[in-house]
């Protein structure tokens, strides 16, 4: 601060000299300002330093002529970061709603790990019971941080590996033929076996259709007590009737799906990488003989892993059955 003061006031002192005089101390100066560039190329600079050039830069025109300690884009870069830290100071939090206790978050992320089903306005009232004075939206806030919230897809799938023994599933799959016409073929699987319960193709899948061949498929009381499939058009509403099962929710797609990927892997997924992949269908009576076909080994000797490397027709259900 002392050198800065006196530096001001040798510059108050330079009008008052003689100008040769003073031309003769600037090239001294700078002679010296040579061999100290020479000695040392990037001298230490201080705060004061930088406030002095940036303020000489807004008052001075010819501030640059003068520069020689460092480049003129080095002095514009000081008042750039002076400029952001002026802004990010008048921008500074000023109060605000509290924050979240690391108690809170705690009790938060323990319920939304423990209970994936619970959302914000169930933790809401039960922190609300222990004492803490929380909005719901905070909470739910700080729900989305939270990594492990549970797999709504797991939650289904333990439900279904449950259920198993009575839940099927029914969709439709397209083949095209060597004519480029396109022949539906539709699956009903039970879970418990992986066995199919019916089959059949037709080109033309309508409402009515899919009600017969569910006909078929159930004759007469089953076991069965879940059905599982999409939301596919030709699956109108009696179609549900017919099977008397509730209409799902939204929340439960994920059901459908997981219903859908396990008729996929299991029935006609099967049937199209074993056989439809590598036989091109010259119409419906010679796809329905091959899928046919293809059932009669499905259930006789093709092995699945999930069942002990077993056959869906060894089963005891199946055997009480015949």
């Not at 000489?56 to 003068?66: E, F, H, I, N, T």
């Not at 009575?166 to 799959?173: E, I, P, Y």
């Amino acid at each position: 601060m002392i050198a800065l003061i006196a530096s001001f006031l040798c510059a108050v002192g330079v009008f008052f000299r003689d100008r040769g005089e003073l031309a003769l101390e600037v090239l001294a100066l700078r002679q010296q300002l040579a061999v100290f560039k020479r000695k040392r190329p990037r001298p230490g600079l201080s705060c004061l330093d930088r406030f002095f050039w940036t303020t000489l830069r807004r008052v001075w025109p010819g501030w640059s002529d003068a520069l020689e300690i460092v480049k003129p884009e080095t002095v514009v870069g000081w008042h750039r970061a002076g400029f952001r830290l002026y802004w990010r100071w008048r921008s500074r939090p000023r109060g605000g709603r509290p924050k979240i206790t690391d108690e809170v978050r705690g009790h938060i992320r323990r319920m939304a790990e423990e209970y994936a089903g619970w959302g914000a306005p169930k933790i809401h009232g039960e922190l609300q019971k222990l004492g803490f004075n929380i909005s719901e939206r905070t909470v739910a806030r700080y729900l989305r941080r939270v990594q492990s919230r549970g797999d709504p897809g797991q939650r289904w799938l333990a439900f279904l590996r449950n259920h198993r023994e009575v839940a099927v599933a029914f969709d439709f799959f397209a083949v095209p033929t060597v004519t480029f016409q396109l022949l539906y073929c539709f699956f009903v699987i039970e879970h418990g076996r992986r066995r199919i319960l019916h089959c059949n193709v037709t080109r033309h899948p309508t409402a009515e259709w899919v009600l017969q061949q569910l006909r078929e498929a159930f004759p007469e009381a089953t076991p069965f007590r879940y059905v599982l499939f999409d939301g596919n058009s030709k699956f109108d509403s009696d179609v549900v009737a017919f099977l008397k099962v509730p209409v799902w929710t939204p929340s439960e797609r994920a059901f459908r799906r997981l219903g859908r990927t396990e008729l996929r892997n299991d029935g006609w997924g099967s049937c199209r990488c074993e056989i439809l992949d590598h036989v091109i269908a010259l119409s419906e009576d010679h796809l329905r003989r091959l899928i046919r076909e293809y059932v009669a080994y499905y259930h006789q000797d093709r092995i699945h892993d999930s069942l002990a490397k077993d056959t869906p027709s060894s089963g005891p259900w199946n055997r009480s059955q015949t």
